[in-house]
């Protein structure tokens, strides 16, 4: 009877998790640690067999965990929030003795290795040592602690923080990722995916006093963790503990503090214009989180409020930009029972940017408003059904939206704002008048041209089945986890133009105000709204295998299945992807001090929405009106007078299709790592990656000939040579080989400070910088499409470190962070006479893309200083910073078809200059 | 499944995926293809009198061989039943006036329209056909007699003025990124010469150039796949090739195919000087006839196996290297 209702028990639990699996569908990146520990006995060297283990840690959420060593002294703990630890020894042949200071970090087994004295031994706590190298693991990556992140003067954003990694390049939010496109990474929040479901960028900007650590991986990382062809950057959020705590902060940054000089001159010779006695660099930061147990070990909860503001005006652009986020997190994470443990998040980002075109020649009027934001919500069970086995189902709903339109009028004229006109509602937005673009310098005016309504849904559900510590007959363990995904995802957006015209004006003589004209005019189709929509399943399965104490095989294989549909519902992009991984390390003598690592993985490209867009059959249609500049008269033309000056008639269908055979981007990726604690905390490391992009998304063009140098059109294979027939592929041309290699060194945190360095040599040459890039529309062109990437920053060193100094009680921390970057290669694009993309532009090559210049090396250093006062309940923190201290405002980008008469690029943007911040913390 | 088996299965998931990948074919038959366009050796000889009433000289002078216009079309039919001189097979007509279509699978050119930097050069110079700047001087200048006027209605004599007026117009510092004159060396004899230009004199006193059609998909005879069972880009039939150089007008020295009129070239806005560089028109091989005139040359014949073939090549193997022949001069 007994083994009956055993029986039954087994095929229930069974029963559950298959109708659990097959339901829910996956995500799952790791939000949790393990702590693997093997006791011995000090006395005989055997193991220590059948030792009381009791951990306990004020973030453990269920209470301390007791559990027996095995035959081989083993224990393992699993689904362990990150944070500091403390585990008690007991049994009757050895001293009790405890182990304090044990770190857990999300995605990472700590691997322990203890002797227990003899009963009667006086012991003392031991305060476990970290050890510096990893010795099981085979990503290639970086983990960002919160000590790191709040000590090092990277800016209060994950997006900037991520910069420190090495193999991370690129400015802005959205990071170039081990040799990565800037729209092929993958954002994942508590293990699920986040990205934005149509860019392939990121979508939410996030509570940074919220964030428990950031995962930065590059390659080598196992199944679970999705597919991506740049790199991964996973935010685990902090989920409360039994210690109740609060934390207020204000951060005020300010760029105008800087030296103030008339003009600068480059390394490349070019003056720059003034600094800008009169533009503004400032943002604000506030901030505060309350988190802690409503039920001491039983229910944590968190709640985080974030709100940035800043005011940026580029140097004589009237109107500065103006952004105001508010970023809400709420989280609850309970455990009512050993068994079951469910959390469930909410954020929220509502965000409103004013003035949104960065361009001197626009009117207050014309400038556009952005309002942007959405939520995620994310609900997990995590089911404990024995010790070494658990089910971890999650299930995300995330929506984002964009509205783009006029700033609102306002009566109001102490703000640099759209005037109302007289009359007018305050807040009105105007959608019937045409706003007027300029050019030739002249300026925008009357309006903002056009609106621009956008809704993004994300619906992801998965299960993930995790069995720890299976026996093997041929020995060792295996942590084996299998898990199923379903995603599916809508993009819904309206686009128009204010009073369905969109006005383009110039100034015949360039500048002159007195010339300004009428250049053309568009009357364009009424708005248009598309639908397109994505679905996702896939399932993996995944092993990491130690056969023997000092040799880990981390082996497993993914199945992607997706399609993207067009705004007609049929589908465009379809794909059933395999993405086997195999990977190893090695530790040669065992002592927890040396791994050697190598291994292959494929990494797959399920498609955004965006990509799938480009195939729908919908578009604008527009008539083309020559203005008064082509006619003169006067009194000149207007508008309405120029109604039977008709050039030109496009369409309303979209012409692009898409390949049959098209297959889906990949990577294939070799690693090899080695690394050793030379000293005890310090390590050094090189890490050699080898990734190979195939088959991106590319179109090319059936219509248009070219001659041969693809400067002019002498022919259309459909009978319209004004007009590009474009078509999606994925050939095989279109490519990209990455190779980086790493050397650095990394001193983990102990005796109160901690340090890392790396230097990076890499070379990144293809076809294409990422999906779409236009490099294969023009085929004579497609002979220098080849060549270095803007990823391929030949030498890159970072660095970075915090000193908390002996200065009790009053604490004093200071932080460093340096990066100094090659010169980054690029390209010059010459004249075409008539090169498909109209009447002549700038964008032909005549030499390999990269191959034309490389800037100059630039680097940035950054300082910050916290000084923390006890005060009553908690402490007093002051936080000042600077980042870029040298104010070395080297250029970021240039105009790539122009330059000067001195044969120089004129810069575009260069980086930020030298930045002030302080903040004030208060924390109990 | 036992371990053992169980990674066996993954092994070979990985391998297939692997190969998988390694013959993945796109299932189109895309190529960069390959060929030589021969010119007649008279093509390249100017006859008639010079600047100062002296007849020309009878050397021949590539600069007389204006664009070489290749394409390939679904076929091409001798001289006398589209027009006078070979043509490619022609679309229905749709609108009166208005020809019908070639509808070409593709094409390039041997040396384009390129603007040299004076407005009376406009429509008038093509690349890969002069030396160095000098060389186009004197070509307009004494030559053809047809002077180059600065916009301050000054001769242009020297070529260092040309040069230097293409790199301030065009923003340039070397004769590579002008791409007008021989600039790049092509024989590998660490000299820039003659050589180096677009056309060569061959054994036979003629002059050849070489073609390229970058990523030119492949069209083949579907019906000849299905009932002979060839193999496309290897044997079955494929598209015909067809060309025709745009000799400079006796008179003007300006090539018919171009256009010179409102946003159409390099724009140049200087003062009181604006004007358009001129280009290609863009459906010169959709409709060769409106712009094939007296005196140009046309492909009538190809290469095969030494010996020379009256028609249009067929081409069957994308790896083939077809020579053809602009044999055929456009009478009146």
Known sequence: MFRIRNYSLALIRLFAAMVVLLISVPALAQTEGQLHITFSEAETGSPAYKVTVTLTGANLIGGAQEKLTDVNGEVQFNALPPGQYELEALSPTTAAQTFAGISIQAGHTNYLEKDLQPVGTAVEIDVVKQRAVDTSSTTSGTTLSKDVLSRIPTGRSYQSAVSMAAGVTGGGGNKNLGGGATNENTYMLDGANITDPVTGTFAVNFNFDAIEQIEVLLGGYMPEYGTSLGGIINIVTESGSNNLEFVTSVYYTNGDWRPKMDARYTSDGIELAPTGFNSQFESYQIASKVSGPLIRDKAFFIISYQQDRSIIAQNGIPQPRDYEGHYLLAKLTVQPTAEHRFTAMLQMQPTNIDNIVGDPFTKAEAQGRQVQGGFINQSRWQWFLSPDVNLDTQFTAQKTYIEVNSVPCTHNEDFSFHPCEAGEEEGNVDWETPGRLGSGGAYNSVNYTSFYFDDRWRYNASSKLKLVSVKDPLGGKHDIKIGVEGEQTVWDQIQGYNGNNLIVDTNSVGFDPETFTNYYWLEISGPIKFRTTGSKWNAFIQDSWKPVSNLTINYGLRFDNFTMRNDLGKPVLAGNLWGPRLFGAWDPWGDQRTKIATGYGRFNDTGRLGTASVLSASSFGSKLYLGEYFFGGDPPLGLLNTAGALYDFDPSENLNVGYDGMRAPRVDELLLQIEREVIDDVKVYSHVTGKFVRFQYELDEQNLVFDSDGSAVIGSRVGDPTTNYYRMRTPALAKRDYFRWDLGFNKIKARRWQAQAVYSYTNSIGSTTNSNSGSFINDPQSQYNYGPLNTDIRHVFKSSGFWDLPTDPWTQSIGVAFESYGGIPDERLYYGENNGSGFGSYDLRIRPRGTYLRYGSYYTLGLRFQQSIDVRKGKFMIDAGSTNIFNNRAPESVSLGFIDSSNRFLTRSRQNPLQFDLGLRYEF | ?332
């Open chain 2, 1 to 332: 499944m036992n371990k053992q088996n169980c990674l066996t299965l993954i092994s070979l998931l990985a391998m297939s995926s692997l190969a998988g990948g390694c013959k993945y074919q796109e299932g189109l038959i895309i190529n960069t293809m390959k060929g030589t366009v021969v010119v007649p050796r008279a093509a390249a000889i100017k006859t008639g009198l010079d600047a100062a009433g002296n007849p020309l000289s009878a050397d021949p002078n590539i600069a007389n061989i204006g664009p070489v216009y290749i394409g390939v079309f679904p076929s091409v039919y001798p001289a006398n039943v589209v027009a006078s001189f070979p043509h490619p097979e022609v679309g229905p007509q749709y609108q009166d006036g208005v020809e019908g279509d070639t509808y070409p699978y593709g094409g390039t050119t041997v040396g384009d329209i390129r603007f040299a930097c004076f407005q009376a050069l406009a429509c008038k110079v093509t690349s890969g056909r002069f030396v160095d700047y000098d060389a186009m001087a004197i070509w307009f200048n004494d030559i053809l007699g047809q002077p180059i006027v600065s916009a301050d209605n000054q001769n242009v004599t020297s070529g260092e003025l040309i040069r230097q007026t293409c790199f301030d117009l065009l923003e340039v510092t070397s004769d590579e990124e002008v791409r007008l004159t021989a600039f790049e060396d092509r024989n590998g004899d660490d000299k820039l010469n003659e050589l180096d230009l677009d056309f060569v004199e061959n054994a036979d006193g003629d002059f050849e150039g070489e073609f390229t059609l970058w990523q030119q998909d492949f069209f083949w005879d579907r019906d000849e796949e299905r009932e002979k069972g060839c193999t496309p880009g290897l044997d079955c039939t494929g598209f015909s090739v067809w060309a025709f150089a745009d000799q400079p007008d006796s008179v003007s020295g300006r090539f018919t195919a171009c256009e010179d009129g409102s946003n159409e070239g390099f724009e140049v806005e200087e003062y009181n000087h604006d004007f358009f560089g001129g280009r290609s028109v863009p459906d010169v091989l959709n409709r060769p006839t409106q712009y094939i005139t007296e005196g140009d040359i046309v492909a009538n014949e190809y290469l095969d196996g030494g010996d020379w073939v009256e028609g249009a090549y067929l081409w069957k193997d994308v790896y083939d290297r077809p020579t053809i022949r602009l044999g055929h001069e456009v009478s009146p």
